[in-house]
T-cell receptor, first 110, second 114 residues
Framework: ETGVTQTPRHLVMGMTNKKSLKCEQH?????MYWYKQSAKKPLELMFV???????ENNSVPSRFSPECPNSSHLFLHLHTLQPEDSALYLC?????????FGQGTRLTVV | GDSVTQMEGPVTLSEEAFLTINCTYT??????LFWYVQYPGEGLQLLLK?????DKGSNKGFEATYRKETTSFHLEKGSVQVSDSAVYFC?????????????FGTGTRLLVSP
């Protein structure tokens, strides 16, 4: 248990669906992150929120839309995804130089 | 830009063997260095870290020393167990204003057999 909880753990969605991934941290951290982990590729940083403001967007397609309503919660809204978006999506939080990760959501786009 | 290079896997060892997983980095400034471990079906867990040159991070029998002169942070363990089978990620972090930006290697899968 790392103090970062992601739901759901698994998600299968069609290309026309809209779904959301949720991340919650109970560590009092001030920064939260979304990463994408695909097979045989390095982890890709998608978005960073610091003090609830988006401070980094690494050229992520607009079909991924993050939301950070408060310092404990982070969402990733998904719509009209492609099969190549199938991956493990990891949330992390940090305060200082140490990041803590959730268990991830395994997303399959069919 | 900053980058991390890890040895390709998988690394296959018998129980009680010595483990080394190589990691080198390229970075401007003075990053912190990390090893994360990912067990099957799980997220990443911080295994150990080092924040300045010559620091040695250690945890659960694993060690790594921050070598600035060779820009390396190799992971070692004297005697591996079957339960150590996982994917190991080397990473560096350069703090930006108020948040850290982790750069990961591609990961090295370790398989330990009884």
């Amino acid at each position: 248990e790392t103090g970062v909880t992601q739901t759901p753990r698994h998600l299968v969605m069609g290309m026309t669906n809209k779904k959301s991934l949720k991340c919650e941290q109970h560590l009092g951290h001030n920064a939260m992150y979304w990463y994408k982990q695909s097979a045989k590729k390095p982890l890709e940083l998608m978005f960073v929120y610091s003090l609830e403001e988006r401070v980094e967007n690494n050229s992520v397609p607009s079909r991924f839309s993050p939301e950070c309503p408060n310092s404990s919660h982070l969402f990733l809204h998904l719509h009209t995804l492609q099969p190549e978006d199938s991956a493990l999506y990891l949330c992390a939080s940090s305060q200082g130089r140490e990041a803590f990760f959730g268990q991830g959501t395994r997303l399959t786009v069919v | 830009g900053d980058s991390v290079t890890q040895m390709e896997g998988p690394v296959t060892l018998s129980e009680e063997a010595f483990l080394t997983i190589n990691c080198t980095y390229t970075a401007t400034g003075y990053p912190s260095l990390f090893w994360y471990v990912q067990y099957p079906g799980e997220g990443l867990q911080l295994l150990l870290k080092a924040t300045k040159a010559d620091d040695k991070g250690s945890n659960k029998g694993f060690e790594a020393t921050y070598r600035k002169e060779t820009t390396s942070f190799h992971l070692e363990k004297g005697s591996v167990q079957v339960s150590d089978s996982a994917v190991y990620f080397c990473a560096l972090s350069a703090m930006n204003t108020g948040f850290q930006k982790l750069v990961f290697g591609t990961g090295t899968r370790l398989l330990v057999s009884p």
